[in-house]
């Protein structure tokens, strides 16, 4: 069986730029939750997709948008980069089972400059 | 307020048990989770509790909830230096998923 996957592993931009972020969820899964952790700091909630809609939503701008696709893959976009959202970017996938049991990937390690 | 509290540092000796505590705010929340970070690397579930049990044993770990205090703790039974990490605990309340996040016990074990 194999467990979420995330690409790229470290990624380096500058101030203003866009970026995409890819996740592939555990196999069976159709429930895919993104996070922010920043250094130092325990996750933060971005938000939530399931059947390719937007599930839920945590304290973020819009200019964090995300996708999900019909093999419950997913995207995060983060346009209008700042110094702020350097962080490790997880992404975490859920068979919704009920027990909102979310399985995490390695994470990428977006550096913003 | 959805804070999610741990105290950030335990330092124990290989071979004794560990435990780290946390307390959360929310008592509708549904499950309680504790997951674990290495450097460098994403969250591992280790266990998670539902809000109606008292106690749950997994191997070396146990998971106690205290809900009318609102307080969770994992007891590492015979620690081992594998296991130094830090150590997140985390609520959900069912509500789009969200899981909400302490901000983690670093877990030091000296041999």
């Known amino acids: 069986e194999t467990g979420v996957t995330q690409s790229p592993t470290h990624l380096i931009k500058t101030r203003g730029q866009q970026v995409t972020l890819r996740c592939s969820s555990q196999s069976g899964h159709n429930t895919v939750s993104w996070y922010q952790q920043a250094l130092g700091q325990g996750p933060q909630f971005i938000f939530q997709?399931?059947?390719?809609?937007?599930?839920g939503r945590g304290n973020f701008p819009p200019r964090f948008s995300g996708l999900q696709f019909p093999n419950y893959s997913s995207e995060l976009n983060v346009n209008a980069l700042e110094l702020d959202d350097s962080a490790l970017y997880l992404c975490a996938s859920s068979p919704r089972d009920g027990t909102d049991t979310q399985y995490f990937g390695p994470g990428t390690r977006l550096t913003v400059l | 307020g959805e804070d999610v509290e741990q105290s950030l540092f335990l330092s124990v000796r290989e071979g004794d048990s560990s435990v780290i505590n946390c307390t959360y705010t929310d008592s509708s929340s549904t499950y309680l989770y504790w997951y674990k970070q290495e450097p460098g690397a994403g969250l591992q579930l280790l266990t998670y509790i539902f809000s109606n049990m008292d106690m749950k044993q997994d191997q070396r770990l146990t998971v106690l909830l205290n809900k009318k205090d609102k307080h969770l703790s994992l007891r590492i039974a015979d620690t081992q230096t594998g296991d130094s990490a830090i150590y997140f605990c985390a609520e959900s309340k069912g509500q789009g998923g969200k899981l909400i996040f302490g901000q983690g016990t670093e877990l030091s074990v000296k041999p």
């Open positions: 997709y399931y059947r390719e809609e937007e599930n």
